[in-house]
Nanobody, 124 residues
Framework: QVQLVESGGGLVQAGGSLRLSCAAS????????MGWFRQAPGKEREFVAA???????YYADSVKGRFTMSRDDAKNTVYLQMNSLKPDDTADYYCAASSNLLRPPDKRLSYDYWGQGTQVAVSS
């Protein structure tokens, strides 16, 4: 079992930045693909970013160039640096872990473990 806990959310003005963290316990993240998803009120949970392998990173088109995902397996933590935030980025952000690196990294069903989420609100 892998337990994931997100932190770093909050309220920020448009154009600002936030850094989300996802700390894992229970098992080492080494060998797990990691992803970030978000869910806005009344909408489905959507893909944001993923590192399925140690050197490859994937981003949704809506965040490309503004968000950067990274992982530190030594600290068992993944991060999501979010810059140039927009009101449309307002959502609950979730990190997730996948035990099968062959699954598509942008699909919710690819992930076995999920955190409880952290709230991000961007004011205009």
């Amino acid at each position: 079992q892998v337990q994931l806990v997100e932190s770093g959310g909050g309220l920020v003005q448009a154009g600002g930045s936030l850094r989300l963290s996802c700390a894992a316990s229970g098992r080492s993240l080494n060998g797990y693909g990691m992803g970030w998803f978000r869910q806005a009120p009344g909408k489905e949970r959507e893909f944001v970013a993923a590192i399925p392998w140690t050197t490859s990173t994937y981003y949704a088109d809506s965040v490309k160039g503004r968000f950067t995902m990274s992982r530190d397996d030594a600290k068992n933590t993944v991060y999501l640096q979010m810059n140039s935030l927009k009101p449309d980025d307002t959502a609950d952000y979730y990190c997730a872990a996948s035990s099968n690196l062959l699954r598509p990294p942008d699909k919710r069903l690819s992930y076995d473990y999920w955190g409880q989420g952290t709230q991000v609100a961007v004011s205009s």
